[in-house]
């Protein structure tokens, strides 16, 4: 027999003995239960890894809680729901809806990545207009007004797990439904049945105890089964979520919930409505700002990905037909050289063929990486396409862009070498420099070019500068 299947017959045997010496049969059976659910969240945790390893440990955590609850005498449901309870113990039973959320939370932030902390917010928000609306319902009821903030602790944890069964639901249909694992489904039915079992609670009827405790039984064997059924999961349980842009509604809500708050305490003008309005409207300023900060953050990326390369990460040829013209002005009027240098691969179409394209994508990062760290701060790393590079140094006469293509040439061939290896990669140069190759950038960048293809005629890798080439009377062959 499986060590698993051993522990879970002792956990049953001891949480069903320690419940009938202490309740009877029915109070046995309702903490074999929650003792087996928390056992099959373990189990789940016990093989995964990372932050789901972290997931279902308060899964299991949760469980084993509502396990001692059910099993300690005068704290139970019983209690709860034939308003003998007291603070403490309505406290202990809000407390475990802490580990539940904190695991739903991290569940949210995995799937849905692209909405940062603001899915968080939205959700602080929606529990607080929740717990205010709550507050004014049960204060408004005829009950010794004493008893209002005990009311509104028993009545919080049904409230929290509607809001992260709904925050799961939401997540599912963002991914599409039928793409959802069964787990995480069961984890949306498990919290609907908890919090329909704590609103059971909340009615008072002469047959709450036993209806309650049986529906949050019956969670706990769904939560049970989601647990067991991750387990079998092998691999990676679901992708990450996906990166669009949620419905207009949705960035909305927030914003109308925290108003309804601020507008019931116009209504109800008391300490804690006042002090619910606040935290709405502290909730909300925070939820705005992180709005503002995203579409910053996404105008940036924008931005960037206009003139930048989206595999290297060098500048494209948008960015060198806006930014070389300026520099070149500015040489002209400083009486500074500008110089430019530009190279390809030799053999990449090899590392293709042979290695793949994923490979040749790799090496030309690579290349880019070690070029961009062997450049000064002034220095532009352009990609013209392909494997064709060039490199803008403002205030560098050719003697200076000599010694750094060298430098490049070298740092290219131990990247070939390490990301590429046996294919014989290397690098070819060419140089040319304002004002004593061209005066103008059309021809500055053609010569340039000029050079590089000298470079590769003469046996490639190996650094060309105009003057030397136009001195040996070379010129590039017509295509």
Not at 252 to 266: D, N
Not at 270 to 284: H, T
Not at 384 to 409: H, K, N, Q, S, Y
Request: hydrophobic letters at 55%.
């Amino acid at each position: 027999m499986s060590r698993p299947m051993l522990l879970s017959i002792l956990v049953f045997g001891v949480s069903g003995v320690g419940g009938a010496l202490v309740g009877g049969a029915l109070t046995s059976l309702w903490v074999a239960l929650h003792a087996g659910a928390a056992l099959a969240a373990v189990a789940a945790s016990w093989h995964t890894r990372g932050l789901a390893r972290l997931v279902w440990a308060l899964f299991a955590a949760a469980q084993a809680g509502r396990a001692l609850l059910q099993w300690a005498p005068e704290a139970g449901i019983s209690s709860l729901a034939e308003g003998t309870h007291s603070t403490g113990i309505a406290v202990a039973f809000l407390v475990l809806s802490a580990p539940t959320g904190i695991a739903v939370l991290i569940i949210y932030r995995r799937l849905r990545p692209e909405r940062g902390w603001q899915g968080v917010l939205d959700g602080a928000i929606a529990v607080l207009c929740l717990a205010a609306a709550a507050w004014a319902l049960l204060t408004s009821a005829d009950r010794p007004m004493d008893r209002d903030l005990l009311y509104l602790i028993v009545g919080l944890p049904p409230f929290l797990d509607l809001l992260c069964a709904v925050a799961l639901t939401w997540v599912i249909a963002r991914h599409g439904m039928r793409s959802a694992p069964g787990w995480l489904r069961a984890i949306v039915v498990g919290l609907l049945i908890q919090a329909a079992a704590g609103m059971v609670v909340l009615s008072g009827a002469p047959w709450t105890p036993e209806a309650a405790r049986a529906g949050f039984a019956a969670a706990a064997i769904v939560l049970g089964a989601a647990a067991l059924r991750r387990r079998e999961t092998t691999g990676r349980a679901w992708a990450e979520g996906l990166h669009d842009a949620p419905p207009a509604w949705s960035e909305r809500l927030p914003y109308i919930l925290g108003s309804a708050v601020v507008l019931m305490s116009v209504a109800r003008p008391d300490f804690e409505m006042r002090l619910a309005a606040a935290m709405a409207a502290f909730l909300v300023a925070i939820r705005a700002i992180s709005a503002v900060a995203v579409r910053q953050g996404l105008i940036g990326e924008r931005d960037r990905l206009l003139i930048a390369d989206p595999l290297t990460g060098a500048y494209n040829r948008r960015h060198l037909a806006e930014y070389a013209p300026r520099v070149l002005a500015h040489a002209q009027r400083s009486g500074e050289p500008l110089s430019v240098v530009a190279f390809d691969l030799d053999r990449f179409k090899h590392v293709n063929d042979v290695l793949g394209h994923d490979a040749g994508d790799r090496l030309l990062m690579e290349v880019a990486r070690v070029v961009t760290a062997a450049l000064r701060a002034s220095d532009v790393l352009v990609r013209l396409g392909g494997d064709e590079f060039l490199v803008v140094c403002p205030g560098t006469p050719g003697e200076g862009a000599a010694t750094l293509a060298e430098r490049l040439r070298s740092v290219i061939c131990q990247a070939a070498g390490t990301s590429a290896p046996g294919t014989g990669v290397s690098a070819s140069l060419g140089i040319s420099t304002y004002p004593t190759d061209a005066s103008e950038l059309d021809e500055l960048l053609r010569r340039a070019d000029e050079a590089l293809y000298a470079a590769k005629a003469a046996g490639r890798n190996a650094v060309h500068r105009w003057e030397e080439v136009a001195a040996a009377g070379w010129r590039q062959p017509v295509q």
